[in-house]
């Protein structure tokens, strides 16, 4: 086993795969910190714990579960781990006094090529922008978020096809290998760090309900890389007969020249529904109406009368 002690810090599934790897190559993970357990499913009642404390309690792993990261008896607690470095890996915004405790200090996975995408959703801009590409980085924390000088990236493609599930779960193993290399890296050292590129900086907010609305004044083909960049999760929506209504999968609606406004909605209430783009229209191919469940559009089409028809 290697003598490096580790503590990892991480949370969902996302994170899973890079604490793997580092246990599976005979790294000292002394401790793993990570969200406390939350009541969720049906009626709120189920007590859920972290996909990292899952894997954590599998392999006897000392777990922490803080509240707040500043508090002295959490501080107190992750000194005596006596960490010479510390990974995160889809984890919360850390205070000073926690990532500059370590001797190597602390190495950020980011799902997105630094400096670009700067931000909590990264995988899903990317996709929403329609770029050809993305990747991971690690890097060095340091005050301000995702500004740490980088050390590795790995790039890989994204095809017109690929939703942001899709890229999320390629990253998701791309990303484990690079925290190996990292870590193998950092363990052999030096490392050579490299101070990011400010001209390249772009910013990957926070999906809200207005970011999330589908804007049908634009481009056919921003529209669907909208709703490919929101898929699975949470999901492009619009309204549908005045109804909130997801939209899951979409293309373009080919030989289409309608003259109607962008956002309305041309259907022969059997086959295809449209909604009209300021280039031609998108024809929703799967959709989720508020109060039913995901359909494709024949299966909807064949229960449901639309009344705000063109």
């Known amino acids: 086993m290697s003598a490096l002690r580790i503590v990892f810090m991480g949370t969902p599934e996302f994170a899973v795969p890079a604490l793997r790897i580092l246990c599976k190559n005979g790294y000292n993970v002394v401790g793993v910190i990570t969200a406390t357990d939350k009541y969720g499913g049906r009626g709120g009642k189920k007590l859920i714990q972290s996909a990292v404390k899952t894997y954590a309690l599998e392999k006897g792993l000392p777990i922490l579960q803080p509240k707040n990261l500043k508090a002295p008896s959490f501080i107190a607690e992750l000194k005596t781990l006596q960490a010479d470095l510390q990974i995160v890996v889809a984890f919360r915004m850390l205070p000073e006094i926690v990532w500059n405790m370590p001797e190597h200090g602390t190495y950020n996975l980011h799902g997105s090529l630094l400096p670009r995408y700067r931000g909590a959703a990264p995988i899903h801009w990317a996709v929403i922008n329609g770029d050809k590409e993305t990747g991971v980085t690690s890097f060095k924390l340091k005050h301000q978020i995702d500004t740490g ?162």
């Open 149 to 310: 000088d980088l050390l590795f990236q790995e790039k890989i493609p994204i095809q017109e096809t690929d939703t942001t599930g899709i890229i999320y779960n390629k990253l998701t193993e791309l990303g484990a290998t690079v925290i190996l290399k990292t870590v193998q890296a950092i363990e052999n050292g030096p490392v050579q760090l490299m101070a990011q590129d400010d001209s390249q900086i772009s910013k990957a907010p926070k999906l809200d309900r207005d970011n999330t609305r589908i804007d049908f004044r634009r481009m056919t083909n921003q529209v669907l890389n909208q709703i490919r960049g929101l898929n699975p999760f949470p999901l492009a929506w619009t309204t549908l007969d005045f109804k909130e209504t997801k939209i899951l999968k979409a293309e373009k609606a080919e030989d289409i020249a309608y003259s109607f406004f962008p956002g309305s909605i041309v259907s022969d209430q059997k086959t295809y529904l449209h909604y009209c783009t300021t280039d031609g229209a998108v024809s929703i191919l799967e959709l989720k109406m508020q109060g039913k469940k995901a359909m494709d559009i024949r299966s909807f089409l064949n229960g449901y009368q639309i009344s705000t028809l063109k």
